[in-house]
């Protein structure tokens, strides 16, 4: 955050009390009223020192809660690449086997992430939507991310089926096989990041 330029408020101050002051004799001489000037400077000060104080504040505001998110974001990334790589290997393991239990787990445990992921990218949009960020210069939009991660759960969810795991195994693999998720995942959290990094970035600037 900058420095209160303390100087420039004495400035401001001295110029809303000699408005003040003029405005109050202007009032006394024109109509024969008095005015309470020192009230009126006070108020006037009070209001200005107000939103200069937010004006100053907003900005790290801004750029500590993006950087939140970001964290946030992140995270939830490597959890999810880490749980979808135990996944993965227990799809061609479970296949040789046959320890199905094991394969159920390991896709289970892939949806807390993910929902998790998803409603942290749809919080992302809305903050950049706040900020009246230009999402069409962004690398990753937090829309399509969402989608992606929508799509990758419900292949996989609509590919288990409990009673049948021998064929849950084969639609697995075929969803694998046809979507490159782990390459996908990669791109989209790097991406992200250097998107929220380059905001930071220009919040500094103009702050």
């Not at 009032?27 to 020192?38: E, P």
């Not at 107000?50 to 100053?56: G, R, T, V």
């Not at 969810?157 to 084969?170: C, E, H, R, V, Y």
């Amino acid at each position: 955050m900058k420095k209160i330029d303390i100087k420039e408020l004495i400035v401001i101050a001295i110029g809303i009390f000699a408005l003040c002051f003029a405005i109050s004799k202007f009032i006394f001489c024109k109509f024969n009223m008095a005015s309470d000037y020192l009230t009126a400077s006070a108020t006037f000060f009070t209001a200005f020192a107000a939103l200069y104080l937010y004006n100053d504040w907003k900005t790290p505001h801004q750029i500590e809660l993006l950087e939140r998110q970001k964290e946030k974001i992140l995270n939830l990334f490597l959890e999810l690449e880490n749980d979808f790589d135990v996944f993965y290997l227990s799809v061609y393991n479970v296949g040789v086997s046959k320890e199905y239990e094991v394969l159920a787990k390991a896709s289970k445990k892939l949806i807390i992430p993910m929902e998790t992921l998803m409603s942290e990218l749809d919080f992302y949009e809305k903050i950049l939507e706040k900020l009246n960020i230009n999402q069409t210069d962004l690398q990753c939009k937090p829309n399509e991310c969402r989608q992606f991660i929508f799509d990758m759960l419900k292949n996989l969810n609509n590919a288990l089926d409990p009673s049948d795991m021998p064929g849950s195994i084969t639609r697995y693999k075929n969803i694998l096989n046809k979507n490159n998720y782990v390459r996908n995942l990669k791109l989209n959290k790097v991406y992200i990041v250097d998107d929220i990094q380059d905001i930071v970035l220009k919040l500094y600037e103009f702050k």
